[in-house]
């Protein structure tokens, strides 16, 4: 089965940038999704097609992919971004979530 | 205005089989670039992809719990259920359905918009 690997926890100050990381072989080769979810809520997506930020997602969050890593960027850090996020692939179109990384802003 | 809801029995036995309804507006199961997705969350762990159903019918099912599940569609009624049998306490989680958009030049998909989720226990 396919794995991707995400970083527990990932700390970060206001107004800072936060890059959260998912691993995965060759995940370079296929696209990536991010969601945010916070305490209580349902999965929101940020990130699809490894860059792209559906409507309504501020500019301050990014994406992009390459050899065995995906990022997501986060400028400008804000209290309100502090949730969990997880990256997610497909895999011969089976559905695979990384472990999640809970982000803290303090 | 795209909206999904799950629901479903909040309590099941181990052994029995698990039978939850997403009902979806604001969008048609009818058209080619249209699919519905089943995750689950148990508390305070990861996501999980469960299953997908296409506009066509088509179904895919996780590797991992293939032999378990089965994702059905009533796109009169939009509706999408999806069944799990010979549940165990660890099946005890937060079941959510999410639309599932195909884009196809280039060919990628993602979940857009996610129901609430239900909350499955199960116990006896």
């Not at chain 1, 997506?45 to 559906?54: G, S």
């Not at chain 2, 969350?41 to 469960?50: D, I």
């Amino acid at each position: 089965s396919y794995d991707l690997t995400q970083p527990p926890s990932v700390s970060v100050s206001p107004g800072q940038t936060a890059s959260i990381t998912c691993s995965g072989d060759k995940l370079g080769n296929k696209y990536v999704n991010w969601y945010q979810q916070k305490p209580g809520q349902s999965p929101l997506l940020v990130i699809f097609h490894d860059t792209k930020r559906p409507s309504g997602i501020p500019e301050r969050f990014s994406g992009s992919n390459s050899g065995n890593t995906a990022t997501l960027t986060i400028s400008g850090t804000q209290a309100l971004d502090e949730a969990d996020y997880y990256c997610q692939a497909w895999d011969n179109s089976n559905g695979v979530f990384g472990g999640g990384t809970k982000l803290t802003v303090l | 205005q795209v909206t999904l809801r799950e629901s479903g029995p909040a309590l099941v036995k181990p052994t029995q089989t698990l039978t939850l309804t997403c009902t979806f507006s604001g969008f048609s199961l009818n058209t080619s670039d249209m699919r519905v997705s089943w995750i689950r969350q148990p508390p305070g762990k990861a996501l999980e992809w469960l299953a997908r159903i296409d506009w066509n019918d088509h179904k895919v099912y996780s590797t991992s719990l293939e032999t378990r599940l089965t994702i059905s569609k009533d796109t009169s009624k939009n509706q999408v259920v999806f069944t799990m049998t010979k549940l165990d306490p660890v099946d005890t989680a937060t079941y959510y359905c999410a639309r599932t958009i195909v884009n196809f030049s280039p060919y990628y998909y993602y979940m857009d918009v996610w129901g609430r989720g239900t909350t499955v226990t199960v116990s006896s």
